[in-house]
């Protein structure tokens, strides 16, 4: 009967243990490859399409880069090391949308299509 008992006992209490376990977080989208040291671009949100990589060795401080074509990118990782302005203009002018992220920020969908950024040094 001891045996009985102590076998309901733990049964009841991995039911309550299992119960009382907090709900799983739902997955955010995928993060897309980017290599320390570069910033990436998708045409596609969130991370999709074919990636544009910009090593920090192949831009200038302070300038502004336009990315090739009008379409411009919908989501973008910056892993520079440094912060990154992304403008919705496509000469980074400051009366369109534009807002700096700082080194390993991964955004999936931006607010607006990023037709070119500056890289700054702190």
Do not use: I, Q
Not at 28 to 57: I, N, T, V
Not at 86 to 115: D, I, K, N, Q
Request: hydrophobic share 40%; with cysteine; charged share 20%.
């Amino acid at each position: 009967m001891r045996g009985v008992v102590a076998a309901a006992l733990a049964l009841g209490a991995l039911a309550a243990g299992t119960a009382a376990a907090p709900p799983r977080a739902a997955a955010g989208p995928r993060l897309g490859d980017c290599a320390a040291g570069a910033l990436c671009m998708w045409p596609d949100a969130p991370f999709r399409g074919e990636r544009r990589e910009y090593a920090l060795s192949g831009v200038s401080l302070g300038s502004c880069e336009r990315f090739p074509g009008r379409a411009g990118a919908a989501s973008f990782a910056n892993r520079t090391g440094r912060p990154v302005t992304v403008y919705e203009s496509g000469e980074c002018a400051e009366t369109r949308e534009f807002h700096t992220h700082p080194s390993g920020s991964w955004t999936p969908e931006g607010a607006y299509r990023m037709r070119a950024f500056k890289v700054w040094e702190r």
